[in-house]
């Protein structure tokens, strides 16, 4: 199955299906912004993230992005078709920063289903997405897996 549109009815726990590949519809251009305050909000003042003359001066020619934002951002597009009916984000892992990211860098994020399991909550079950991220140039900029406490269809029209 692949999304063509943001969020939908097809998102409840029996809905994803192991080895589903989705390719997710918005993507977010980074701008300068975002990483000066949220690198400060976390208080992450690497001069990688704030020193342009001294980047100027390495391989990457410029600043970069700080990876909390790369990491929040691609699963963020991503939860717009894996999170709606989530009840509980699980856990993080394998998190990787495969290429940096540059201030004007817009972000894609894929997704495939790697796991399910019931669980013992009769309202979820339990999801394992690997997320990955892209820029413009389809570079691969971050992978990483998701747990999440999916909602079952039959919960939520209980509700």
Do not use: C
Not at 3 to 8: I, K, P, V
Not at 107 to 112: G, R, S
Not at 147 to 156: C, E, H, N, Q, S
């Amino acid at each position: 199955m692949t999304l063509d549109s943001l969020t939908g009815s097809n998102n409840y726990f029996e809905d994803f299906t192991v080895g589903d590949v989705y390719r997710h519809a918005r993507g977010k251009t980074v701008t300068e912004m975002d990483n000066v305050l949220i690198t400060n909000l976390v208080m992450n003042t690497a001069q990688g993230h704030f020193n342009e003359d001294s980047m100027a001066r390495t391989e990457f020619g410029q600043r970069i992005t700080f990876g909390g934002i790369t990491a929040a951002m691609v699963i963020g597009l991503a939860s717009q078709d894996t999170g709606e009916n989530a009840i509980a984000e699980l856990g993080l892992d394998g998190i990787t920063f495969r290429s940096p990211v540059f201030h004007g860098d817009t972000l894609y994020a894929f997704t495939e289903v790697r796991a399910k399991e019931n669980g013992d909550r009769p309202d979820g079950g339990i999801v394992e997405f690997a997320h990955w991220g892209v820029n413009q140039r389809d570079e691969v900029v971050f992978e990483g897996v998701r747990r999440v406490l999916v909602r079952r269809r039959g919960a939520a029209e209980r509700r």
